[in-house]
């Protein structure tokens, strides 16, 4: 079974402040992608990362795809209010088209 | 719609009552995925269909749970003889296919099991 293990679990910060969220794997994913979701309503699709070692930066946001394509990283430069939600990694089991969902970090950034 | 639709939003039942809970995906979108989550917490996948067959199925939690998909478009996510433990929000997602690159989520459907 593929696994996907996030860290930390709740972040609580103070806008301004840097933040990274981590997502584990013992299983090798064709791709992973960065959820957040808000309150009601569905995950929105942040960023995608395919190859190992990639970087990609949205805004004040930038996403890691580890070398063996086990593991990634989502870093938050100077936090902002609107930066709240639940940030959830999912990754694209090989050899299938089922996406496997992280645990969820659940962020909270504060005025 | 131009998004993913599910209905009812909301429903509460009584455990031991089935109940049937229907998503409609974005036109043209031959992927459809059904994920449920508890509270607070990462999503758990439940079954994917490509067109109207279902090649993975493994994540129905037992054979209370099945799902159809018709016309490669409406999917409807079953639940027969409801437990407590059955309640959280079923989220659905559609894509387009080969390969499925992004998910576009459904607002869900809160199941509440009394």
Same mark, same amino acid.
């Given at each position: 079974?593929?696994?996907?293990?996030?860290?930390?679990?709740?972040?609580?910060?103070?806008?301004?402040?840097?933040?990274?969220?981590?997502?584990?794997?013992?299983?090798?994913?064709?791709?992973?992608?960065?959820?957040?979701?808000?309150?009601?309503?569905?995950?929105?699709?942040?960023?995608?990362?395919?190859?190992?070692?990639?970087?990609?930066?949205?805004?004040?946001?930038?996403?890691?795809?580890?070398?063996?394509?086990?593991?990634?990283?989502?870093?938050?430069?100077?936090?902002?209010?609107?930066?709240?939600?639940?940030?959830?990694?999912?990754?694209?089991?090989?050899?299938?088209?089922?996406?496997?969902?992280?645990?969820?970090?659940?962020?909270?950034?504060?005025? | 719609?131009?998004?993913?639709?599910?209905?009812?939003?909301?429903?509460?039942?009584?455990?031991?009552?089935?109940?049937?809970?229907?998503?409609?995906?974005?036109?043209?979108?031959?992927?459809?995925?059904?994920?449920?989550?508890?509270?607070?917490?990462?999503?758990?996948?439940?079954?994917?269909?490509?067109?109207?067959? +279902?090649?993975?199925?493994?994540?129905? *939690?037992?054979?209370? =749970?099945?799902?159809?998909? &018709?016309?490669? %478009? /409406?999917?409807?996510?079953?639940?027969?003889?409801?437990?407590?433990?059955?309640?959280?929000?079923?989220?659905? +997602?559609?894509?387009?296919?080969?390969? *499925?690159?992004?998910? =576009?989520?459904?607002?869900? &459907?809160?199941? %509440? /099991?009394?």
């Amino acid at each position: 079974t593929q696994l996907l293990e996030q860290s930390p679990q709740f972040l609580s910060i103070q806008e301004g402040e840097n933040l990274t969220v981590y997502c584990n794997s013992s299983s090798v994913f064709s791709s992973l992608q960065w959820y957040r979701q808000e309150p009601g309503e569905g995950p929105v699709l942040l960023v995608t990362v395919v190859t190992g070692g990639e970087v990609k930066k949205l805004k004040r946001l930038t996403f890691q795809f580890g070398d063996a394509r086990k593991d990634s990283s989502l870093h938050i430069t100077a936090a902002q209010p609107g930066d709240t939600g639940l940030y959830l990694c999912a990754g694209l089991a090989s050899g299938t088209y089922k996406y496997i969902f992280g645990t969820g970090t659940r962020l909270k950034v504060l005025a | 719609g131009a998004g993913v639709s599910q209905s009812p939003s909301n429903k509460v039942t009584e455990k031991g009552k089935d109940v049937e809970l229907r998503c409609d995906p974005i036109s043209g979108h031959t992927a459809l995925y059904w994920y449920r989550q508890r509270l607070g917490q990462g999503l758990e996948f439940l079954i994917y269909f490509q067109g109207n067959s +279902a090649p993975d199925k493994s994540g129905l *939690p037992s054979d209370r =749970f099945s799902a159809e998909r &018709t016309g490669e %478009s /409406v999917s409807t996510l079953t639940i027969q003889r409801t437990q407590q433990e059955d309640s959280a929000v079923y989220l659905c +997602a559609s894509s387009l296919w080969d390969p *499925p690159e992004k998910l =576009f989520f459904g607002s869900g &459907t809160q199941l %509440s /099991v009394l």
